[in-house]
């Protein structure tokens, strides 16, 4: 079982589900032989607070194998305090890691409009989390669409249906050492 656990950019905001990076996922792993079943538990509008509220119950429901963790996005577009995003997502990881899971942190980038100072320390939360936790990372889930308009839809923070696969090749070389045949 993989949990997929994020937010809009998970969730296949304004797409059809079989459109999301996490659907198409779930295709390749069974073109490839791969017999794990995705759930994806990943909520448009959720943050680092709320998922540490639901995550405890879906790791006891459905005891996952992998935890694909992306969340924080919310929280940066808020400005919430880098601090609590870093604490709620290591809590996270903790409560994964404790569950057996093995995780995979999604890494996000905020608009530049956010300014350098707030900007760069978001991004590196991400990295300095999975140095200190020893979780895998992938450093930007968006890197291959973000900066292509037609990849994206008019809101600027989300891929169209044409992007996702996209999405999924970023994730899919970081994701490929957890799984097993």
Do not use: C
């Amino acid at each position: 079982m993989i949990l997929s656990f994020g937010d809009s950019l998970s969730a296949a905001y304004r797409l059809q589900p079989e459109e999301g990076w996490v659907a198409l996922l779930q295709q390749r792993l069974h073109s490839q032989g791969y017999e794990y079943q995705i759930i994806n538990a990943s909520v448009s509008g959720e943050t680092s607070s709320g998922g540490l509220e639901r995550l405890p119950h879906l790791l006891a429901q459905y005891h996952p194998a992998v935890v694909l963790l992306e969340l924080g996005a919310n929280d940066g577009l808020r400005g919430l305090p880098l601090p609590t995003v870093r604490d709620n997502l290591a809590r996270m990881i903790g409560l994964a890691k404790d569950a057996g899971a093995q995780v995979l942190l999604l890494g996000i980038r905020l608009p530049p409009n956010y300014g350098p100072r707030y900007g760069n320390g978001f991004a590196a939360l991400y990295s300095d989390l999975a140095q200190q936790q020893h979780v895998p990372l992938v450093p930007f889930l968006l890197a291959d669409v973000a900066l292509n308009p037609t990849l994206m839809q008019e809101d600027g923070l989300h891929p169209v249906a044409a992007g996702e696969p996209r999405v999924l090749d970023t994730i899919w070389p970081y994701l490929l050492p957890l799984l097993r045949h």
